[in-house]
């Protein structure tokens, strides 16, 4: 045997060795993980692993509630408890003309509550409502209960449209309604006072925010009434 020829079987020797070392040390590896006993959390039971799928969950994700997040919300979304505590859906008034007010029993504003009447009156066969909703937040100027209220606005002005049970429209306790109102519609901003109205159009789109003593049976009103009902 030349040395050409022993230096190349010498070569091929020591290369199939270290071959046989690097198969040796990666088998006894992969046993190593395969025996290998698997810690779950303290948090994962044995019982919680038989029962159900482990779900993970972004720490970051949060459950939307529709009436106060969500930009696609409407006004139909939200069911609403009336003067008596009865649920009543908003959605009953899809296709109608809405206007929303926040309204008050010793308020100067109170007497807006005649012409709301009357401008029901004038356009409700034409698919047009008002839905009242008392609150008490600026000047204590709605102190009295559901059942005072009804019978003030009952007795004294005999409203017909809609009216709802006391809700608070400012601040953190606001109902969602009112967050959906004055945070997630292009008239954003809080309430300023009582007699604050929205007008919405047919299919759910707030039209329009008007200022607590724009009164009802104004020019404004009544044009932007009239348009909704026609275009929308």
Not at 18 to 41: C, D, H, W, Y
Not at 183 to 204: A, C, M, R, V, Y
Not at 206 to 223: A, D, E, G, W
């Amino acid at each position: 045997m030349n040395h050409s020829t022993k230096r190349k079987t010498l070569f091929t020797g020591k290369t199939s060795m270290s071959n046989i070392r690097t198969f040796v040390l990666k088998t006894a590896l992969l046993s190593l993980l395969i025996n290998a006993p698997i810690n779950f959390p303290d948090s994962v039971t044995e019982h919680a692993l038989a029962q159900s799928p482990i779900n993970l969950v972004s720490s970051t994700s949060e459950h939307i509630h529709p009436d106060t997040k969500n930009p696609s919300t409407q006004i139909y979304d939200f069911t609403m408890a009336d003067i008596d505590g009865n649920p009543r859906k908003l959605s009953e008034f899809m296709g109608k003309v809405v206007m929303v007010v926040n309204t008050a029993s010793l308020c100067g504003n109170t007497p807006q509550y005649e012409d709301l009447q009357t401008l029901y009156e004038q356009y409700r066969e034409e698919g047009f409502t008002i839905l009242a909703f008392p609150a008490n937040d600026f000047g204590r100027q709605e102190p009295g209960d559901n059942k005072k209220i009804a019978e003030f606005c009952y007795t004294k002005y005999s409203l017909e449209f809609p009216l709802f049970s006391k809700i608070t429209v400012l601040g953190d306790q606001k109902h969602p309604l009112y967050r959906y109102l004055t945070e997630h519609t292009p008239f954003k901003g809080e309430i300023k006072w009582n007699f604050q109205k929205f007008l919405i159009s047919k299919d759910g789109t707030v039209i329009t925010r008007y200022r607590p003593s724009q009164k009802p049976l104004s020019k404004l009103i009544v044009h932007d009434v009239e348009e909704a009902l026609k275009n929308s």
